[in-house]
């Protein structure tokens, strides 16, 4: 028999945790207990290798010369061979090159404008998700504190010098793509947020994880035209990342450097710095942060809503990817997914208190037939 669930503590309906069963709850925390030991690796991690290579040149720097160069009335193919040739920076394979969406629509228009648009979008993903957020906690104190996780997740989109960097944008993208997914009232409102993860990939053909995700979840679900939109949006994906190898290859020439390669294999506490380096938690003690980041991830699997399933297989997802595939140098891609990786933690205040309730719920109920 399930016990009664308490009343929820910040949320305004019960956990899903809420009066589980004793064993399952048991379970639940013995999981959670050991994922928060397993970001403890994180202590042991070397930071993300935030260098720059040989010639002291950073990404960043990198991206501002190329846009500059295309503001200035340059080929964008032609001018991103070029910087990343004098930089001594791989050109192969065609993935090395970025898709020219974000430096020639940034090359369209003056410094200020890019840096003002990307506020925008910024302020655009935090309206959106606090309009999401609020009618699942119960008061306006719950609805402050998620703002400001929220906000610790969006910390990067405050820095000018960062306003080229293709994750930045995508990363919202991301958040502003799952935000408009399907709101209460609105069961029909995919082709939003396709498009605008679509416009992800675009800028960042990593985003295309987040797309393949979807599709997935959609056709789980059995929303059959939405995972249709999502397949079309890969579709076009693939057709354009053709025509951008073509262009790629017309201005690489045989002795230019090659990539390394990806595979780096550099574990769970990788992921967890990358992520922890991408957000305010930066600036939080690391044995303390490293705790909170996994918090997080698991806090959304106590939002009976289904956009927060969605919500967490993309983190997941990007989180093993930067376990297993990135290299040291990589650290930025977990900006596809710091907008989110903390505002989590807001539903893990009910969902911890319920999953011990139930679990020390130690009740039995002893059952006497009466015969006359």
């Not at 929303?223 to 201005?251: C, K, N, P, S």
Request: no cysteine; proline share 6%; hydrophobic share 60%.
């Amino acid at each position: 028999m399930r016990r009664r669930p308490l009343a929820p503590l910040l949320l305004a309906q019960p956990s899903r945790f809420a009066g589980w069963p004793q064993n399952a709850a048991r379970m639940m925390l013995a999981a959670l207990a050991a994922l928060l030991l397993a970001a403890l690796v994180a202590m042991g991690t070397p930071n993300p290798d935030v260098g720059a290579p040989s010639d002291g040149m950073s990404d960043a720097v990198l991206y501002g010369t190329i846009v500059d160069n295309v503001r200035h009335g340059g080929d964008y193919y032609a001018v991103a061979a070029d910087a990343l040739r004098s930089s001594s920076y791989p050109l192969r394979p065609f993935v090395a090159f970025r898709l020219p969406t974000l430096a020639v629509v940034a090359g369209a228009m003056p410094a200020f404008v890019v840096t003002v648009l990307l506020w925008m979008l910024t302020v655009a993903v935090a309206l959106a998700w606090y309009a999401r957020l609020a009618p699942a906690l119960a008061q306006t104190p719950a609805r402050v504190a998620a703002m400001l996780l929220l906000l610790a997740g969006l910390a990067a989109a405050s820095a000018p010098e960062l306003a080229i960097f293709h994750e930045l944008w995508a990363g919202l993208l991301i958040a502003l793509s799952l935000a408009l997914h399907r709101p209460a009232g609105r069961p029909d409102r995919w082709i939003e947020p396709v498009a605008i993860g679509l416009a992800a990939a675009l800028i960042r053909e990593t985003a295309a994880l987040y797309l393949v995700v979807m599709l997935v979840l959609a056709a789980r679900d059995g929303a059959r035209r939405e995972a249709i939109g999502w397949a079309a949006a890969l579709v076009v994906l693939a057709v354009i990342l053709g025509f951008h190898a073509q262009a790629v290859a017309e201005v690489v020439r045989p002795l230019d450097p090659a990539s390394p390669g990806w595979g780096g294999l550099l574990g769970l506490g990788f992921a967890i710095r990358a992520t922890i380096l991408s957000s305010a938690l930066q600036f939080v003690p690391l044995w303390l942060a490293a705790p909170f980041l996994v918090l997080a991830l698991a806090g959304w699997s106590a939002w009976r809503e289904p956009i927060a399933v969605r919500v967490q297989v993309t983190i997941a997802a990007y989180a093993l990817v930067l376990a297993i595939v990135a290299r040291a140098d990589n650290y930025y891609w977990a900006l596809l997914i710091a907008p989110l990786s903390v505002v989590g933690l807001i539903f893990a205040v009910d969902s911890l208190r319920d999953l011990i309730a139930a679990a020390r719920d130690g009740r039995r109920i002893t059952v006497t037939r009466v015969v006359r």
